[in-house]
């Protein structure tokens, strides 16, 4: 059972930025697909990123194309999501999200298997 565990939310003003963290209890997790969601108060969890198939890129959601920028450290079982840019639509609860094998389905929630706790990220105007 992988467990993941996301840090690095908090309150920022437009503008700002924030790194999100997710650490990972496999110690083979640099082969694992993952992905990072968000859900705002009131609406559905949504894509944000996740890693390409070859592991070396990612894709990412039209609405941080430019402001998100996804990396992982494999050597420390960590994935990051670095946000600039931010606005106040961004907040939202983030999530980090991993499975054992990549998907083309890589921006539907169903597909992955583990997920953190998720961590708060709130914009203000």
């Known amino acids: 059972q992988v467990q993941l565990v996301e840090s690095g939310g908090g309150l920022v003003q437009a503008g700002g930025s924030l790194r999100l963290s997710c650490a990972a209890s496999?110690?083979?997790?640099?082969?694992?697909?993952v992905a990072w969601f968000r859900q705002a108060p009131g609406k559905a969890r949504e894509f944000v990123t996740a890693?390409?198939?070859?592991?070396?890129?990612?894709y990412y959601a039209d609405s941080v194309k430019g402001r998100f920028t996804f990396s992982r450290d494999n050597a420390n079982n960590t994935v990051y999501l670095q946000m600039n840019s931010l606005k106040p639509e961004d907040t939202a609860v983030y999530y980090c999200?991993?499975?054992?094998?990549?998907?083309?389905?890589?921006?539907?929630?169903?597909?992955?298997?583990?997920w953190g706790q998720g961590t708060q990220v709130t914009v203000s105007s």
């Open positions: 496999e110690r083979t997790f640099s082969s694992y697909a």
């Open positions: 890693t390409s198939w070859s592991g070396n890129s990612a």
């Open positions: 999200a991993a499975r054992r094998y990549y998907s083309v389905k890589y921006n539907l929630d169903r597909e992955y298997n583990y």
